[in-house]
């Protein structure tokens, strides 16, 4: 089995052992108390300098180098498709409003890890899933904000290590951005999931065709019928997945890429005006955290979304308790190109 059983929703995952023994012994001690770092081990405190240091210029390295601009691939040089702009869209596996938390661990993980890629020529976007169990390399930090040491885990944790609020996007933004080559990500959104129904029934509901049947999740959920979803509807078939079934993440993220997709056609066809975004966003503010403004946020609206999204390429596996979502780098590597990139000329 690979999570807890009898938890459909993730929302008392804790984080793995592997993790613990990087906190320090008052830390630890402290936090035992509380359950969600039982058992955590000792850690040296030995590079608050250095890694202050490194903390305050890690966007700049991330966002700011040139490096990605112009590369040579299998004998060819490609330049980067400047029209684009990322904008990294969270889910989060925490109940109720937004609420920035002291101790790293009880912010949420990231369940729903999705990049739009926005292309201002012609107002297409295509999107791009990460698996929340993709292992990757992310940063540990104690209840100080201070970084321990990098670990190679699943890639919700790191959501988890900030406060469950713009700290937690940013960590989550630099993350996904070493993921895919440091290509710059502009903005985050992120949504508390409890909030989505809150959302959902802002605008009236999503009205959806059902690809495949999911009565499992709703009686009414056939294959091919056509569903307006209230809100707590749309919670059930965006959150739900079996945990005691391996592997049962990526079926869960197809739903949520297909609602998403929905939810967007359907404001892009209503043409919300930028009073109707304003008021959307006043309802969803409690469970919201994003750098963007109102006017950014209606412009998603104007694109037309591809309806074949991609996905980070890898394998999934069994790992000791968990899901472990291995990236084929060379794979990644050759769709990064084909999204982001165009042959450059005269090169």
Known sequence: MNNQPNNNTDRNRELPKGFKRFLPVILAAVILAAAV?????IANHQRNVREAAANASLAEQTQDSSDYRLIAYNGKKYEYNSDIKTILFLGVDKTGEVVSQEYPGYGGQADTILLLLLNSSDQTANILEIPRDTMTDISIYDSNNQYYATQNAQIT?????????????????????DLIYSLPIESVISLNMEGLDTVVDGIGGVTMTMDADYSYIDPSLTQGAAITMNGSLAERFTRYRDTN??????QRMSRQTLFIEAFLSQARKASLSGSAISSLLNTADPYLTTDMDAESIKALYSYSFNTNASVIPGEMTQGDVYDEYHVDRDALKDLIIQMYYKEANNQ
């Open 245 to 250: 079934t391996s592997g049962s993440n990526l």
């Open 37 to 41: 770092f039982t058992g955590l081990a």
């Open 157 to 177: 944790l790191q959501y988890a290590y900030g406060d469950g609020a713009s700290r937690s996007n940013w960590l989550m933004k630099n993350t996904v951005s």
